[in-house]
């Protein structure tokens, strides 16, 4: 463990020069919430912006670990320096997490060039946590030229990483009935690029079949100049455990990263992300404020025992409360 002596002054210059252990010290800070932790991303900020920053998604089991150690494997050897952040789901009643992403990314724990954080969502339902999404900023500022972050894998509802990532890849598997349910709207919606991954499955061709009728569905409402000047979701057929399709995703990753820029789309994707984040970070905290406010509150369980009680339905019990606390904050 790092001694809390190393949550000084010169944290921040130690970061934003790579150091390993300033950047491990700053996301523990991060993590457990800690002022000095928020404080430390306020003063790292303005030096980030820089890393491309790769968002994973889809249903659990379908090797998104495996297929991010294999880019991996692939961005250092063309001279980059990776930061990989893996989100594991956590217990509800504890909190703790397995954190066991790690296992499938041995492989460059020794490398000086590659820096791994396995983190628990903490209950967060889109599939990150907001520890997550500054850890991803700390491993920017540290001068990170990729940053990939593999979400939970909650299916459906995983659609926070969209506001959180450059690029988009939705990592599917043939012959799975949660990757049957990865082609309902939502997360469909969401990828920049498709990987079927364990392409070696006897399915893949129905799959790749069935994710471009839904893709093409997408453009029924959009004019053909719309469709061609924009980006056209690859799908890339990979086996991410014996490396086959990963020099294809990584040209297809730099295709879309040329595209964006060139259209203007990335500052565009960053100012909605950006944005986003505020609205969610302001969100989260103002639930816990309330919640701590209304801990021990004698008429808000009052107001809880007449919606048990079926006197009292919870959207009016809400909106009696939304009234309360602007008429206290009004006297304030």
């Known amino acids: 463990m790092i001694a809390p002596s190393m949550a000084d002054a010169d944290l921040a210059p130690r970061l934003l020069d790579g150091d390993r252990r300033a950047l491990a010290r700053a996301i523990s800070l991060v993590e457990d919430d800690r002022p000095e932790g928020w404080e430390l991303v306020k003063q790292v900020y303005p030096h980030t912006g820089k890393a491309a920053v790769v968002g994973f998604t889809g249903p659990p089991g379908v090797g998104k670990s495996t297929l991010i150690g294999a880019l991996t494997k692939a961005r250092r050897e063309a001279g980059r320096s990776v930061g990989v952040l893996s989100i594991d789901p956590s217990s509800p009643f504890t909190q703790g997490a397995l954190l066991g992403d790690r296992i ?41 030229e990729d940053v990939f972050v593999e979400t939970v894998g909650v299916g459906q509802a995983e659609i926070d990483i969209i506001d959180h990532a450059d690029t988009i890849v939705l990592v599917l598997m043939p012959g799975s ?128 025992d007449r919606v048990i009680e079926r006197r009292l339905d919870p959207a009016s019990a809400a909106a009696a ?9 009004g006297a304030s």
């Open 104 to 144: 499938r990314l041995t492989e460059h724990f020794l490398d000086p060039g590659v820096f791994i954080r396995s983190m628990a969502n903490r209950g967060a339902l889109g599939g990150l946590s907001e520890a997550a999404l500054q850890a991803a900023l700390l491993l920017d500022a540290a001068g990170r």
């Open 177 to 304: 009935g949660d990757s049957i349910q990865a082609l309902k709207a939502g997360v469909m919606e969401i990828p920049d690029v498709i990987v079927i991954n364990k392409a070696d499955h006897p399915l893949t061709d129905t799959m790749v079949r069935e994710i471009r009728g839904v893709l093409s569905l997408a453009n029924l409402d959009r004019t053909p100049e719309q469709v061609r000047g924009s980006w056209r979701v690859p799908i890339v057929k990979a086996e991410a455990s014996r490396g086959i399709g990963v020099d294809e995703l990584v040209g297809r990753l730099d295709e879309h990263r040329e595209h964006i820029l060139a259209a203007g789309q990335l500052n565009e994707r960053r100012a909605r992300n950006l944005r986003n984040e505020v609205l969610a970070i302001a969100t989260a905290r103002m639930r816990r404020r309330l919640e701590e406010e209304l801990h021990e509150d004698a008429e808000f369980q009052a107001l809880i």
């Open 321 to 329: 409360l939304l009234e309360r606390e602007t008429v206290t904050r």
